[in-house]
């Protein structure tokens, strides 16, 4: 929001918390985001300076030991983490009259939501970068027994660091399951069958209540990238968790190439991340990034040995080969007639080229072939 935004104003005449200090330490300046269970501040620690994102626990719910016990497993959770891809935390208290509260580092970009609500669905390359940082981040969450188990384009943030637009930042742990044997393995806070998380990103044995484990993750992260890719919902658009677990079950999602130009290893690597059996899945994150790195540098290779554009005549020979590290596959075409062909004299064996002619920006789907814009709303079912 705006500094001088009337929302703001609005927001602070109606939140008590807004102009309070907490615990003696943070000076709340506004309400950045509100949920059913709590909300999130931008606030000021009154003696260092530093401005911080205070995630609060709404005070009715302080009597709630199930509801108490997440939020404290939350702070746990992201004190042990590290990665430069997962939201910092620094501090964890309660106010005098009981408020829980956590302090994390203030973010400046936005979500993948809003950046896919901006632009549209991204080109693949850069959606299996972002992917790549999420499998750093949940690398170091499983590896210390913590599965998300709440992955979705709202919990991955973008922030630019360093020139790089798409820094990820991975959010909001608060239902993160605690696998036994973690040194926070105390207690199990999910019943027996209930179903925790947003159904529409949820791996089956997650929807059913049974056990997760990180390649749940792993399934949630493959509904979020065909989504950003293409647009589309891998499974439609069920109402309900039933119906969804239904689709789930019996059916397989269209390839992503009947959407948008991608790869065939791109639709491989989303379909083994959505196998209904876990065991065919990838066995964890780590090979699932080295899957990326690998798609990622064929492509490179590719394109740093093909032609870097199209000649101005009609031709049916190869133009010859140039080192251009910057092109894209859709470049590496000849032309004759006006007509886009593959150069097999200096292709690979099992290259990648694009059936069509891309005639669109990258990662835009043309109208013939994907929905009318709005696209389906990630954030209007919880």
Known sequence: ??????DRTRVAISDPLVGAIIDRRYRIEFR???????????AQHVITNRYVALKVLHANLANEPDIVARFRREAEALAQLRSPHTITAYDFGQHADGTLYIAMELLQGESLYERYRALGPLPWRRMLMIARQVCSSLAEAHAAGIV??????????????????????????GIAKILHGSSLDNQDLTRSGQMVGTFDYMAPE?????QTSGQSDIYTLGIVIYEMITGERPFGDPVTP?????????????????????????????ARCMDRDIAARFADVTELSDEIDRILSAIDDITKTT???????????????QQMPDLSPEDSLTWVDGAPQPPPSILPTGAFVPANPVTTLPGIVPP????PWPLNDPKKRK
């Not at 929001?1 to 009337?6: A, G, K, L, S």
């Not at 119906?243 to 019996?250: I, K, P, Q």
């Not at 032609?307 to 080969?321: D, E, F, K, L, N």
């Open 307 to 321: 032609v870097s554009r199209a000649p101005t005549g009609p031709t049916t020979t190869p133009v010859a080969a």
């Open 368 to 371: 013939s072939r994907g929905t």
């Open 32 to 42: 950045l985001a509100a949920g059913g269970f709590g909300a999130i501040y931008r």
């Open 242 to 270: 039933a119906a969804m677990l239904t689709a789930m079950l019996s059916t397989t999602p269209p390839l992503m190439r009947n959407f948008v130009d991608c790869p065939d290893e791109v639709d491989a690597l989303v």
């Open 206 to 210: 997650q929807m059913v209540g049974g």
């Open 1 to 6: 929001m705006r500094p001088d935004d009337p």
């Open 148 to 173: 998300h188990r709440d992955l979705k384009p709202t919990n991955i943030h973008l922030e630019e660091i360093g020139g790089d637009p798409d820094f990820v930042k991975v959010l909001d742990f």
